[in-house]
Nanobody, 116 residues
Framework: QVQLVESGGGLVQPGGSLRLSCAAS????????TSWYRQAPGKERELVAA????????NYADSVKGRFTISRDNAKNTVYLQMNSLKPEDTAVYYC?????????WGKGTLVTVSS
């Protein structure tokens, strides 16, 4: 059974940092490209960052380039999103996504609130 469990969200002040984690199980994590998406209230879900299965290539939404870093540890079956210089517009539920045999699987999300 595929499981993706996000953690690390919370309330942070503008300019602060958070590190999100997504623990994966039930599939061969090292063979799956993974991504972080987010969905703000009243908005569509959008891609934030993606990383290839071996971690050799990443890409980012323009809005987070230079502030967020996606990484993965295949030995721990975990993908991370380091978020620095957070802005109020980064407030959203953040979701982990994994591509397994051409299908996308989602976690339940973790809420990030950036507010003073």
């Amino acid at each position: 059974q595929v499981q993706l469990v996000e953690s690390g969200g919370g309330l942070v002040q503008p300019g602060g940092s958070l590190r999100l984690s997504c623990a994966a199980s039930g599939f061969t994590f090292s063979s799956s490209a993974t991504s972080w998406y987010r969905q703000a209230p009243g908005k569509e879900r959008e891609l934030v960052a993606a990383i290839t299965s071996a971690g050799g290539s990443t890409n980012y939404a323009d809005s987070v380039k230079g502030r967020f870093t996606i990484s993965r540890d295949n030995a721990k079956n975990t993908v991370y999103l380091q978020m620095n210089s957070l802005k109020p517009e980064d407030t959203a539920v953040y979701y982990c996504n994994a591509i397994i045999r051409g299908l996308g699987y989602w976690g339940k999300g973790t809420l990030v609130t950036v507010s003073s």
